[in-house]
């Protein structure tokens, strides 16, 4: 069956390509979360951006420990039940919050953070690479990055409406389990969807040849060079993008210019801007080579960080809000690049591509930064983080071949 390069998906895949788009916006409000509950907590319990940046850890900690055998499952048994299973630890421990907020143990938060990233990425493991095979391969990255738009979508409703929440002057703002209540109940009730529709399963012709060539991972980290590339770039993208959405207010009420309230009104201005990017540039990619556009935006992110570290008012406040513009369509594009080609590889590669966001400890890296020499010099880690992806992504738009 022909598709049309330039059509997003085939019409066959609307349905299951809407649903898969869902989970984006799940995840992406369930990360955003962390970057007001961190200053909320530091508000609420009096502990350091260092002791605040647990948060962080224990999260992606959980992407980190669970994304092998998140993909090992998705191997076995499927996208579709990957996601069911990825839901029901996400919903479920959600609720863990409602003992922890009356406790008020900041253990207990942790804990129930851990096994959310360990929900979270079995969602992404199976919804990143399942998007890419949902129509014509010249559409891969386009459709990747409109699906991503929608992260960017969650993280925006979590930081404006999540954020007004924490930072009110009511008594009943203090309370995180009121969020985290209700995003559970959405969250196993979309369980529920899933567990009730079937998706189109999705195979490769050399399904068996790979099982003869032995382990999929030393194919992947011997015999792919760019891969390995990749996934440097990965990791380092996340280390930058984790630590500034983490940082973000920190910094800017560090500098004076604004209250935690404000300060999370204007975050949600520049997760408007990221997600704008990202719908941008999902058009823009059926124009324009996806490498070509993540060289330019690796080069505006690198920029603008240096003129954060600059410390110049007012730019550096305008610079930073730019890097979320620029910065949109980097995940997305990398990773669809670095599945290109890996045919029935593909889904252990997402599983490793999925273990980067164990970048969001680079947070731990800059509050330790903050607390001991001050709000500015911290970015310098996303700084080092961008310039990788801008090595990479001129490395990418060179033809290369996999090693014998």
Sequence with gaps: MQTDSRRLTDKRYVVPFALITTLFFLWGFARAILDVLNKH???????????????????????????????????????????IFGLTLFGLFSLL??????????????????????????????????VTELGAPET?????????????????????????????????????????????????????????????????EDDKADGLRGSRVAELLLR??????????????????????????????????MTDRTASVVLTCALAFFMVGRFVGSWLMRRIRPVTMLTACAVGTVTSTALVLCDVGIVSMLALVAIYLFEAIMFPTIFSLALRDLGSLTKSAA?????????????????????????????????AGYIVVLLYALRARKPYAVQP
């Excluded at 990965?234 to 920190?250: D, G, Q, R, W």
């Excluded at 800059?366 to 001991?372: R, T």
């Design 351 to 383: 599983s490793l591509l999925m273990m980067t966001p164990i970048g969001g400890c680079g947070f731990l890296l800059m509050g330790i930064l903050a607390d001991s020499v001050g709000v500015v010099l911290p970015f310098v880690i996303p700084l």
């Design 224 to 257: 792919r060079p760019m891969f390995r590339f990749g996934l440097l770039a990965l990791l380092c993208y996340e280390v930058a993008e984790i630590s500034i959405n983490s940082y973000f207010i920190n910094f800017v009420t560090g500098q004076g210019w």
């Design 140 to 204: 891969a990255t386009s459709r990747l990055n409109f699906s991503q738009s929608f992260n960017g979508l969650g993280g925006l409703f979590a930081t404006l409406v999540v954020g007004q929440f924490f930072f009110s002057s009511s008594t009943l703002g203090g309370s995180v389990a009121v969020p985290y209540t209700v995003l559970g109940i959405v969250v196993l009730g979309i369980a529920v969807v899933f567990g009730r529709v079937s998706l189109p399963k999705i195979g490769h």
């Design 41 to 83: 907590l530091q508000n609420e319990m009096d502990i350091t951006i260092t002791h605040s940046a647990l948060i962080q850890v224990t999260t992606y900690l959980g992407y980190f420990l669970m994304a092998i055998p998140a993909g090992i499952l998705i191997n076995r048994h499927g996208y579709r039940r990957g996601v």
């Design 97 to 130: 919050f409602i003992p922890g907020a009356y406790m008020e143990a900041f253990p207990a938060f942790l804990l129930a953070l851990f096994i959310i990233g360990c929900g979270l990425v079995c969602l992404e493991t199976a919804a990143n690479p399942y």
